[in-house]
């Protein structure tokens, strides 16, 4: 078994194809939602500068109820080290998976300490044929990103495995790809998203964070 082929046997096994599948709603979900929930509250240019701070929101309060939903995951969020943000960390017993929107397929997020922290940590040696460790953790990035010409959509979702020092990655998961009718029925009648469970309404998770302007 290649190294690629092992990487995609671990992820498989450890985030069951239903919850894969929950990732893609959740992205369709949170786009649509964001755009329409800004433009219409805000005038046009207010609205274009908050869009990807509240998809990014929206995105993260859906994720994160999808802990108890499915099997198998736990979803908690954590600070971006020394900065007054926090991330989403989706945890299983093999994987450890963030989240982050980049600009095209295959892109690096911009650097941050807990990305880099969290490669260098689980992806020291990636000897699986030889090692007995199999508790030891993967660690994985969800990437997404918009579209360019249709704002309310994501125009990608991967799943990449970043090499220790965070330059590169090891192997990438296409999820569109891989539950190709999945995309196309959400793109063509994005009606039919099942809308998941928010811990909280988005709005007010903005205001605590970015406070009362």
């Known amino acids: 078994m290649t190294l690629k082929e092992e990487l995609e046997r671990i992820f498989d096994d450890s985030i069951e194809e239903k919850t894969q599948q929950a990732f893609i709603k959740c992205l369709f979900s949170s786009y649509k939602g964001a755009h329409d929930e800004c433009f219409k509250k805000f005038a046009h240019e207010e ?87 199999d508790s030891r953790k993967v660690y994985a990035i969800l990437l997404h990103g918009v579209k360019r010409d249709d704002k309310k959509q994501p125009a990608f979702a991967e799943v990449g495995f970043p090499a220790k020092g965070f330059e590169y990655y090891i192997h990438r998961i296409d999820l569109f790809k891989k539950f190709d009718v999945l995309v196309k029925t959400l793109s063509s009648r994005p009606e039919e998203i099942a809308k998941p469970a928010l811990r909280e309404p988005v709005l007010e998770v903005t205001k605590k964070l970015i406070g009362e302007r």
Do not use: C
């Not at 309060?61 to 943000?85: C, D, M, Q, V, Y």
């Not at 300490?113 to 969290?118: K, L, P, S």
């Open 47 to 133: 609205a274009h500068d908050l869009l990807p701070f509240y998809r990014w929101i929206q995105l993260r309060s859906e994720l994160k109820g999808l802990e108890g939903r499915f099997e198998k995951i736990e979803t908690f969020h954590e600070p971006n080290g020394p900065a007054p943000s926090y991330h989403i960390i989706i945890n299983t017993e093999r994987v450890i998976l963030t989240v982050s929107s980049v600009q095209a397929p295959g892109a690096l997020p911009r650097p941050a300490i807990y990305r880099t922290e969290m490669a260098n940590k689980h992806q020291l040696s990636f000897d699986f044929m030889k090692s007995d460790e």
